[in-house]
């Protein structure tokens, strides 16, 4: 009567996926944990991992620092999740027990005492050595955080077209992506000028790709914060997962999660960026302080099948939320000193 509910695709999916693990485990492989950012408040933090099958004594935290043997583009998504791994999980030397999910991913909120900034929490599975996963604790003075879109924002992808979408995903590694001119320091200056205050990166991309992700934003200088992403495939009750959803329900739980913190939301004009955010606004008076788009030059809306409706709009203030838009990160830079954005 439960596998009714599931959506087909999903029990095919789980199928495959038993069918590789018992092959990965007739190996000799086991279960690591690949940890990813978190954060959370001094009294709680949102613990992010994926536990994947490995038949290599490295794990693949030490894996990803040696550039020879990165897991890269379409390789990434061949990789075997444990379904419903227990991953021990110790903050401030207290353990907690959580299991993952049937992607093999864990997205779980835990009780913590933390001190604001950045800290490290330790994770570890069947039985291998822990390994250490940043967490980003919000100062409960903190008024003022950063929520920002990736592709098309951070990084030029054109994700809406299928064929480069499938080229920037599964072949491209971040040497070859490009980064939006002028987007890092915009973004670094807007959280060092107002310290304690988070950045969260919200993208539509899968957790197989956050490896190279991180390294992309590292390479090229943006500002540390939390990744969150979408499971790759079908769904418990769809075939595809949606990422409007995806980014609606984070926005909602983040407005939840720091009711006091106004944000500073930062898109693109080719993304439905701007409904999204028009949207969160609405439903969230009071928690917007301005939403940034970054207008796509003619080539990059054309291959990201056109921009969105808005894109006629001036520059303007309503309701409390500032609204510039700039085609890179040194015009919305510009605009808001001009605006002189408060904290």
Known sequence: MVSATIHRAARIDDAILAWR???????????????????????WVRVLCRVLLSGSTTHPQTREQDSSRRIRGWRSFITVPVVDA??????????????????????AVIPAELEPGWQQITLTTEGHEPVSADVFIVDPEARFGVICDVDDTVMVTALPRPLVAAWNTFVLDEHARVPV??????????VRARPGSPIIYLSTGAWNVAPTLNRFMSRNLYPAGALLLTDWGPTVDRWFRSGRDHKVQNLDRLASEFPNIRWLLVGDDGQHDED?????SQAHPGQVRAIAIRRMSTGEAVLAGGRSRHDDVEDSESDGVLRLSAPDGAGLLALLKNAHLPD
């Open 21 to 43: 693990e018992r092959r990965g485990r007739k190996r000799g492989w086991r279960g690591t944990v690949v940890p990813y950012t978190g954060y959370g408040s001094t009294t």
């Open 181 to 190: 001119p002028g987007m890092a320091v915009f973004l670094d200056r807007m």
């Open 276 to 280: 999204l955010y028009r949207d969160f």
């Open 86 to 107: 227990e991953v021990i999980v110790t903050v401030a030397g207290v353990e907690h027990r959580l299991s993952a999910d049937r992607g093999g991913l864990i997205d």
